[in-house]
């Protein structure tokens, strides 16, 4: 039952309709808890366009919640005999009253019967996280029987449900799902994309462009699986990315829209790329094959998570009310905001001191002084040592080793994702991701982080971030280290020493460093490493 739409675009329709009475009837946490959205006309006539070209006899909403979408097939005269399942009670009732004739299930669709086959599949499941659900392993196990691929248990629920509405496709028959965008670039994704590819399903894709928010009461993103079962393996993927502010009210509409980008995407190329967001939008940088990938130059490891940052971090004035010995705490950055450049150093952290921001961090070693062990009784007597991450560290209040990094990467990102060299040598939370090079010079480290945070490499990091609604980012540490970049260690060292004396700049007083130079040093140096391999090929 979950979908894209926004209240305000369906206000009319919602006055007297069951959507209405099942969300004045629920709270928006209990909708946000089952993934209960409800989809808007526009896409569930996509995917009804989907699949009544195969004239199905058979349809079936696997969480019909309140019959949207079976309602938009029976208006159309689509189908004749029609299932439905949910788990909900109220949206089960609201939908026996909609629809006529259609056979309803107070089911969970994952643990229905297999034997079960249909003409034609029509779904909106259910988007929940994985610590929101608890999935019986048996049915997690089966599902990974039935794809042949080993599903991650941090995956979406929606993912069990795509493996399973295949599987109970007729030979021929089609189906239309719509999820979030997220499985085309989160890890969790990797064996789903496998499955669909390696069978032939994905026929069609719908993306639609992550900067708007495309779920009401919900940051998720959305895209459309157009599935077409036993048509055999394509050569290609046709994709469909409508940009933002555009809307498509029929599959034709959406093939033939001039403000769509239409892609015919190589099936080998699909299955060589961990993430695909870059690639449907038309961002993807060329690839140069004169390039390394980032974890030849660097090892990673998220930011410390201390699972209570206001007990843990504290400003200089918390501390010193406690008694606590700054000298005795960890330098450390709780919030990317703190960061102001591209370059951490001494200075940018004694500001942060005296303007009384967090930074440092209690993490008591050796023998105990009385203020930190008045400290430890205060934070057991606020039950900290029952949170997640105290609980399971074998002593409660030491804080997770980490080295304090000489590059960071942030976590998130709008528009740019942002590189930093720490030469404070300060340590930070999980804002940042610590980066720790391999035998790399200062001079070397700097002109990395320089080249990262250019607007060439830029697009090739875009390849490997995660997309959220708003068009926010994330990256992964182990995303960092499939970035391809130029081998800077072979870089020309007049080139090296350009790169690095660009982010050693001095930025104070309102100055900003020179894009321009930067891209072209990053061109420049791209260019040398694309000649020097083409005439090593001749």
């Known amino acids: ?136 392993p048996q049915i997690a196990g089966h599902i990974d029987q039935l794809s042949g691929q080993k ?88 994709s469909h990315y409508i940009p933002v502010g555009k809307v498509a009210t029929s599959l034709a509409e959406l093939q033939y829209d001039p403000d769509v980008v239409h892609q015919s995407l190589p099936t080998d190329v699909l299955r060589s790329r961990k993430k695909w967001d870059a690639m449907i939008s038309r961002s993807v940088a060329p690839r140069a094959e004169s390039s390394i990938k980032l974890g030849d130059l660097v090892t990673t490891k998220r930011g410390i998570a201390t699972g209570a940052n206001s007990f843990f971090l504290l400003s200089r004035d918390e501390a010193e009310q406690h008694g606590l010995e700054t000298e005795r705490m960890d330098r450390c950055i709780g919030k990317a905001a703190q960061v102001a450049d591209i370059c951490f150093t001494d200075a940018d952290f004694d500001m942060l001191v005296e303007a009384g921001q967090a930074c440092f961090l209690f993490n008591p070693k050796g023998d105990l002084t009385s203020a930190e062990a008045d400290y430890i009784r205060r934070g057991e007597c606020e039950g900290i040592p029952l949170k997640h991450g105290p609980r399971t560290k074998k002593i409660w209040y030491a804080a997770e080793t980490r080295e304090p990094a000489p590059i960071w990467a942030s976590t998130f990102g709008r528009g740019r994702m942002r590189f930093v060299h720490n030469a404070a040598r300060v340590k930070a939370l999980t804002c940042f991701h610590g980066l720790y090079p391999k035998d790399l010079t200062v001079r070397q480290i700097r002109a990395l982080v320089a ?88």
């Open 1 to 136: 039952m979950v979908g894209l739409t926004s209240l305000c675009e369906q206000e009319a329709d919602l006055q007297l309709s069951p959507e209405a009475r099942f969300i004045e009837a629920t709270s928006r946490r209990q909708r946000k808890q089952r993934g209960q959205f409800f989809t808007p006309a526009s896409y569930a006539n996509i995917m009804v366009d989907w699949i009544q070209t195969v004239s199905p006899s058979t349809v079936l909403d696997p969480a019909v919640g309140t019959g949207v979408l079976i309602n938009a097939c029976q208006r159309r005269s689509i189908g004749c005999a029609f299932t439905g399942y949910d788990i909900d009670p109220l949206a089960l009732e609201l939908a026996e009253k909609r629809l006529q004739g259609a056979a309803l299930c107070h089911q969970d669709f994952l643990a229905s019967d297999q034997g079960e086959r249909f003409d034609a599949i029509i779904a909106n499941p259910p988007y929940i996280i994985h610590r929101e659900y608890d999935l019986d």
């Open 151 to 238: 599903f991650s248990r941090q995956s979406n629920l929606y993912v069990y449900f795509v493996v399973k509405i295949c599987e109970q496709l007729n030979e021929g028959g089609r189906a239309a799902i719509i999820i979030p965008a997220e499985w085309m670039s989160a890890n969790y994704g990797q064996p789903l994309k496998a499955y669909l590819l390696n069978n032939g399903l994905l026929c069609e894709l719908v993306t639609i462009d992550c900067a708007g928010h495309a779920f009401a009461d919900n940051m998720a993103t959305a895209s459309i699986l157009l599935i077409e079962k036993g048509s055999g393996v394509p050569e290609s993927l046709q």
């Open 451 to 538: 080249l990262l945070n250019s607007d060439v490499m830029q697009h090739r990091i875009a390849e490997h971030v995660r997309r959220f609604a708003s068009g926010l980012m994330k990256l992964e540490p182990r995303d960092i280290l499939d970035i391809e970049v130029p081998d800077i260690r072979l870089a020309p060292p007049e080139i090296a020493e350009r790169l690095s004396d660009w982010l050693e700049g001095d930025c104070s007083d309102g100055k900003k460093r020179k894009e321009a130079e930067l891209d072209h040093l990053a061109i420049t140096l791209l260019q040398h490493f694309d000649d020097l391999w083409m005439r090593n090929r001749e």
